[in-house]
């Protein structure tokens, strides 16, 4: 298996309280892209847009969502993601993420607020260009009232690079 490259620990709390509440009462604008939908929210005269998916369990039940934005000015990082997580989640082990067939990564919690708990990280060029080829990805997390048991749930990346492209496009 090929490594998928070290994905960088980046500050995004200001970004993953707008990711978790962006699809909330603000959302003004939605687009599909595949397996991804781009959201956009305004205040004021500033917009800003994110694409998410919500990743379902084997019984159809949502159970976690995945928002990427994009970074203007982060120098390596051009990207956020947050991997939001019902609050009721094992932190400790945090999220594994495997990208087709790249290594696993284990993801740590970075906060957890009333809406859940999220991971935050910075992506660089060649994670994205990983995103845009790749076909699915492996999200594991562990529920707190059953550590025994590992929820897996699956990522598409169907519609990813063109999803990511309406961020850039902005």
Known sequence: MTRLPRISQFGLTAFGIALCTAQGALAQENETFGAWTRVCNAEGAQQSCLISQVLKDDEGNNVAEVSIVDVADGGETVAGISIATPLDTLLLPGVRFQVDAFDENRLPFNF???????????????????????????????????????????????????????????
């Not at 999220?118 to 790749?134: C, P, Y």
């Not at 707190?144 to 492209?165: K, M, N, Q, Y």
């Open 112 to 170: 957890c607020q009333p809406g859940g708990c999220v991971v935050q990280i910075g992506l660089t060029q060649e994670n994205i260009d990983i995103f845009s080829t790749a076909t699915a990805a492996a999200v594991t997390i562990v529920p707190v009232a059953a550590p025994d048991v590992e929820v897996a749930l699956s990522l598409s990346f169907d519609g990813f690079a063109d999803a990511f492209a309406s961020l850039q496009s902005e």
